[in-house]
Each structure stands twice: as structure tokens, then as C-alpha cells.
């Protein structure tokens, strides 16, 4: 059972550049989280995602940050005109949702390091 | 303010010994309690789940407390080896609405030391 894959693993933009970071849940799961993590710093909790509907956004900038998780497909996370700031790990953690005993264990994916240059 | 605070000052133990983390959280009342362990460049992996109703849980080397009146987790690793360094994640889990909202701590570093 293949875990939650995300791609690309590194991803270098230029200032102004869009980035699109992929992730793709573990088989079953209809749960997607989206954190970002600066060096040194805690993971920041930034979107909850089921499929096709945003459950809370809470943590995503207003401007130039968006999500989805379509019907079919992976989640994606698009950052627009993208700036130096915007450079950290972004993780992707997937679960199956309610009715399990532990149903928000997360599982996480591996990351995609954005570096902006 | 929701906080979660977690030693963010490295710890350094000697192969062999009991390491203990220690997870406060303040102005949060969560359902949940779960520990992950993150590698460097790799992400969080699950490790310990305990309720707000339970006192503790172990899974082999591990064990969680959680003082709902301290508003406190400890996380214990007994008999600790070198490949237990890594750094440790806190999380809290609760919320309304339908919705458990997961929040993680800042992380505290673990060394052992052969």
C-alpha cells in the first residue's frame, strides 16, 4: 500500500514564478492537510481539503495561495507569483476521515522543498 | 491564544537512559493527544495517540502521559539508542463543529548519545 506521494520532492522558482505542489493520498483516504514548515519552526497548519470542498482554510495567506482536491486526481497547492518568503518544506498528510477510533492520525508524505530564488 | 509549547532546546541523553519530552498547551481543550516523530528532510510519522480520558498509553519502548489538569504530555522513551534521535512532535486534536483540527508543537530535538 503506497503511502502519500508528493512531487515534486525540490522545486526551484524564480520571484514571480508560479509553483504547483501534487500530493496524492494514501489509498482510501479522502482527507487532505496541507502544512508548511520553515527550518527550525513547527509545522504550520495551512488548508483541510476533502474531495472537491475546502473545510477550513484558516491557515492559507489570503493572496496568491490556493488549494484543491478534485473528484479525480491529486490534491494540488498553488502558490502564485511566488516570493522569497514563500521558500520552506510544504507537507502533505492524508487520513480516512470520521468512523475510525484514531480517525485523524495523520499520514504525511515525504514534502516538496520550494527554494525561490 | 491556543499555544502548544514544547522544549525547543535540544536534549541530549546518554544511550541506554529514559528520555523524557514534555508537551503544555494552554487555552485548548483537546480531544486528542498524539506524538509523530520527524526525521531530517522526511515527514512526521504517527507514533502515539492517547484520549483526553486516558492516563496512559505505551507501544513498546514508548509511553504517553496526559494530564488534562496540568494540561501537560509526557512522551517517554525507555532503554533509548542512538536511532531515537530525531526531533518529536506534539499535536493536539479537537475542535467544533464536526471538525478535529490537528495543531502541532514547535518540536523538541532528541540526541542519544552512543
Known amino acids: 500500500n503506497a503511502g502519500v506521494m508528493q512531487n515534486p520532492r525540490h522545486l526551484v522558482r524564480r520571484r514571480g514564478q508560479e509553483a504547483r505542489l501534487r500530493c496524492s493520498p494514501m489509498k482510501g483516504h479522502s482527507h487532505v492537510y496541507w502544512y508548511r514548515q520553515l527550518p527550525e519552526e513547527g509545522l504550520k497548519f495551512m488548508v483541510y481539503l476533502q474531495k472537491e470542498n475546502i473545510i477550513d482554510e484558516s491557515g492559507m495567506p489570503k493572496e496568491r495561495f490556493s488549494a484543491e482536491f478534485p473528484k479525480e486526481g491529486p490534491s494540488i497547492l498553488r502558490i502564485q507569483q511566488v516570493v522569497r518568503g514563500d521558500s520552506a518544506a510544504y507537507f502533505c498528510?492524508?487520513?480516512?476521515?470520521?468512523?475510525?477510533?484514531?480517525?485523524?492520525?495523520?499520514?504525511f508524505g515525504p514534502g516538496t522543498r520550494l527554494t525561490v530564488l | 491564544s491556543q499555544k502548544i509549547e514544547q522544549n525547543s532546546e535540544a536534549l541530549n541523553i546518554q544511550e541506554g537512559k529514559t528520555a523524557t519530552l514534555t508537551c503544555n498547551y494552554t487555552n485548548y481543550s483537546p480531544a486528542y493527544l498524539q506524538w509523530y516523530r520527524q526525521d531530517p528532510g522526511r515527514g512526521p510519522v504517527f507514533l502515539l495517540l492517547?484520549?483526553?480520558?486516558?492516563k496512559e498509553k505505551r507501544k513498546e519502548r514508548l509511553k504517553v502521559t496526559f494530564d488534562t489538569t496540568l494540561k501537560q504530555s509526557l512522551f517517554h522513551i525507555t532503554a533509548s539508542q542512538p536511532a531515537d534521535s530525531a526531533t518529536y512532535l506534539c499535536?493536539?486534536?479537537?475542535?467544533?463543529?464536526?471538525?478535529?483540527?490537528?495543531?502541532f508543537g514547535t518540536g523538541t530535538k532528541l540526541q542519544v548519545i552512543p
Open positions: 498528510a492524508s487520513s480516512p476521515g470520521p468512523g475510525g477510533s484514531s480517525y485523524n492520525e495523520q499520514f
Open positions: 492517547i484520549r483526553e480520558n486516558e
Open positions: 499535536a493536539l486534536e479537537g475542535g467544533s463543529g464536526g471538525y478535529q483540527k490537528v495543531t
